[in-house]
């Protein structure tokens, strides 16, 4: 069904114009004196039709075209920022040139282009985004690159300058809550260097790559504001990407999206937060991107690891993966940290002699600390994964372990975590994961979940116990007694040839003291504890571990089968160590009288 459109004229029409779906009733002189291509085509048509031409393929349409035919009556034609770009196309394919008439629509619309719309910041962008559905014609006429040459040049003017509105997060700006206000708010507050990145998120991703890389060409603007920007566009044009969820179906948006986003990340190192880098890797597994891009933000992530936080890093595997987190990747991540601290060798040759200098990694203390404590809590999260091979679980820890920390509390809760997960690992595994904390660097109440920990090897719960009478004795100002032999080669890990004369490593790691000894042990610690409570120095945790001691649940396991044959077969040294421990512990009364206190 065609719709007519008639010229209001006392004059019958000559020629009808077919665009599309619309017949237009008009007149061959008022047409034909501005458009070449109408000149050519009644030119060429002949017979019945001759009255009669079809350019249903005029850019823009019919609207576009009405346009055009208005401009040829002598009309008023209204061209704003919406329809410029469809007019401009339509002259160009009518052939409204100044060389068929001075003054001509393609003239008068390239004067309102750059005297209107490229001076004005939101026109621009507007303008550009209706050159969509307009390609390739015009990308040939040069719009959208003279848009992007606008925009660009006004993003990157001082701040100083910019009496333009914009768009912006008022909820970002010290100023949202004051009463005061004018026109679009400006003059009344500073101009925030990232000022022009919201508008431009309305831009679909291949116009906006083209905006941010004239941008940077410039050189004007810092990597922190263009890495802004592409948070914000991000955040934007990514559904659930803010949360770190990835919404079901929109894989193919975010392949297009993420690739572009990852391709014009500054190459420099905080430009972008760890957090919005770690975003960007879990949508590009979610769209299954190659290595090559998870290679770059992995390595990126790597260089500023110590911004990231646990749950961050739980990025899931993945699928047909057995395990529950993609470690691996955090695997790579720690690699990538800890290459920024590797030692620069360099050597210079001088006549025969080999000079070598070094110079310090580039790693801080405070930030290697803080990536240790990271992966000492990531390793607690993913430990509670029933299908976490251990493998996985010790190399990772073994990646930090050079980084020393005050306190191995964290590493030993992920310890506890795995051994609890992991109930049917062996004795060999147990002891594997057991030697990757420092018992001496446990705290108090880190010391006395350990020593009620049914899950660690018993050996693990002696060096506990030692070292904790050892601290007691240091804060007390008192010697370190001396330990029975039989305890003191079980923490040294030497072998107890007086017990036997075949060793096993199994049984070595496993194997415990006489009860006479550990008896004789505890009272120490505990006396010892309980003195410092008396001298006032940390007395409640002092009588909680005196009570613990006491406590026969303890050392339930310590008294098994194995260490009533320790008893039996235990040596004459250890005996008469153990002895002489419990005789010094009965030739002082107050010590006694402590111990018997509850």
């Known amino acids: 069904m065609f719709m007519c459109?008639?010229?209001?004229?006392?004059?019958?029409?000559?020629?009808?114009?077919?665009?599309?779906?619309?017949?237009?009733?008009?007149?061959?002189?008022?047409?034909?004196?501005?458009?070449?291509?109408?000149?050519?085509?009644?030119?060429?048509?002949?017979?019945?039709?001759?009255?009669?031409?079809?350019?249903?393929?005029?850019?823009?349409?019919?609207?576009?075209?009405?346009?055009?035919?208005?401009?040829?009556?002598?009309?008023?034609?209204?061209?704003?920022?919406?329809?410029?770009?469809?007019?401009?196309?339509?002259?160009?394919?009518?052939?409204?040139?100044?060389?068929?008439e001075k003054g001509n629509l393609i003239y008068k619309i390239e004067v309102f282009l750059s005297s209107s719309i490229f001076r004005s910041w939101k026109d621009s962008i507007i303008v550009l985004q209706t050159t969509r559905s307009l390609l390739p014609l015009s990308e040939e006429l040069k719009v959208i690159s003279h848009c992007i040459d606008a925009i660009a040049a006004k993003a990157c003017v001082d701040v100083s300058k910019v009496d333009w509105s914009y768009s912006y997060n008022r909820k970002n700006l010290p100023e949202a809550n004051g009463t005061e206000s004018n026109l679009n708010g400006l003059r009344n507050r500073s101009v925030p260097k990232d000022w022009w990145v919201e508008d431009l998120c309305e831009l679909e991703i291949g116009l906006y790559k083209r905006v941010v890389i004239t941008i940077r060409t410039k050189a004007i603007l810092s990597d922190e504001v263009i890495g802004e920007a592409l948070k914000a566009y991000a955040y934007r044009r990514l559904p659930g990407f803010s949360k770190g969820m990835i919404q079901s179906?929109?894989?193919?948006?975010?392949?297009?999206?993420?690739?572009?986003?990852?391709?014009?990340?500054?190459?420099?190192?905080?430009?972008?937060?760890?957090?919005?880098?770690?975003?960007?890797?879990?949508?590009?597994?979610?769209?299954?991107?190659?290595?090559?891009?998870?290679?770059?933000?992995?390595?990126?992530?790597?260089?500023?690891?110590?911004?990231?936080?646990?749950?961050?890093?739980?990025?899931?595997?993945?699928?047909?993966?057995?395990?529950?987190?993609?470690?691996?990747?955090?695997?790579?991540?720690?690699?990538?940290?800890?290459?920024?601290?590797?030692?620069?060798?360099?050597e210079s040759e001088e006549?025969?002699?080999?000079?070598?200098?070094?110079?310090?990694?580039?790693?801080?203390?405070?930030?290697?600390?803080?990536?240790?404590?990271?992966?000492?809590?990531?390793?607690?999260?993913?430990?509670?994964?029933?299908?976490?091979?251990?493998?996985?679980?010790?190399?990772?820890?073994?990646m930090v372990s050079g980084i020393s920390r005050p306190a191995h509390d964290a590493l030993y809760r992920a310890v506890d975590m795995y051994l609890k997960e992991h109930p049917g690992i062996s004795k060999s595994e147990r002891k594997r994961i057991c030697k990757l904390m420092d018992c001496k660097k446990l705290s108090v109440d880190a010391c006395m979940h350990a020593m009620q920990n049914d899950r660690l090897p018993l050996r693990v719960v002696v060096q506990v116990l030692f070292f904790e009478q050892v601290r007691v004795a240091a804060s007390s100002g008192s010697s370190t007694p001396d330990l029975p032999k039989s305890i003191r080669d079980l923490n040294n890990g030497s072998q107890r040839s007086s017990r036997s004369t075949t060793t096993n490593t199994e049984e070595e790691w496993d194997a415990v003291a006489t009860a006479e000894e550990l008896k004789a042990l505890k009272e120490e610690v505990a006396s010892l504890r309980l003195a410092n409570g008396r001298n006032g120095v940390d007395k409640a945790a002092s009588n909680k571990l005196k009570g613990m001691l006491k406590s026969k649940k303890i050392f339930t396991k310590l008294w098994s089968s194995k260490g009533e044959k320790g008893e039996k077969s235990g040596s004459d040294s250890s005996e008469s160590a153990g002895s002489a421990n419990m005789e010094e512990a009965k030739s002082t009364p107050s010590r006694n009288r402590r111990h018997s206190v509850s």
């Open 5 to 100: 459109r008639y010229v209001a004229t006392e004059l019958a029409t000559d020629i009808t114009v077919n665009v599309g779906d619309i017949k237009f009733y008009l007149h061959k002189f008022p047409l034909l004196s501005k458009s070449a291509q109408l000149q050519k085509l009644v030119t060429t048509a002949n017979g019945e039709n001759g009255d009669e031409v079809d350019i249903s393929d005029i850019p823009g349409g019919p609207s576009a075209f009405e346009i055009c035919a208005k401009f040829c009556y002598g009309m008023t034609v209204t061209i704003n920022a919406y329809n410029v770009v469809a007019a401009r196309c339509a002259a160009e394919y009518l052939g409204m040139h100044e060389t068929i």
């Open 249 to 346: 179906g929109q894989a193919a948006k975010y392949r297009s999206t993420v690739d572009t986003i990852v391709w014009l990340l500054p190459a420099e190192r905080g430009s972008v937060s760890c957090s919005f880098l770690l975003k960007l890797l879990k949508a590009a597994i979610y769209a299954d991107f190659g290595d090559t891009t998870k290679g770059q933000l992995i390595k990126k992530i790597g260089q500023q690891l110590e911004e990231a936080s646990v749950n961050e890093l739980l990025i899931r595997a993945g699928e047909g993966e057995t395990i529950m987190y993609d470690v691996d990747s955090v695997k790579k991540m720690v690699e990538e940290f800890l290459m920024r601290d590797q030692i620069a060798e360099i």
């Open 351 to 398: 006549g025969h002699e080999v000079q070598e200098m070094r110079k310090p990694g580039i790693l801080s203390d405070a930030s290697k600390l803080m990536v240790a404590k990271l992966i000492d809590g990531y390793l607690a999260e993913i430990a509670k994964d029933p299908n976490l091979p251990l493998l996985k679980f010790i190399e990772l820890s073994e």
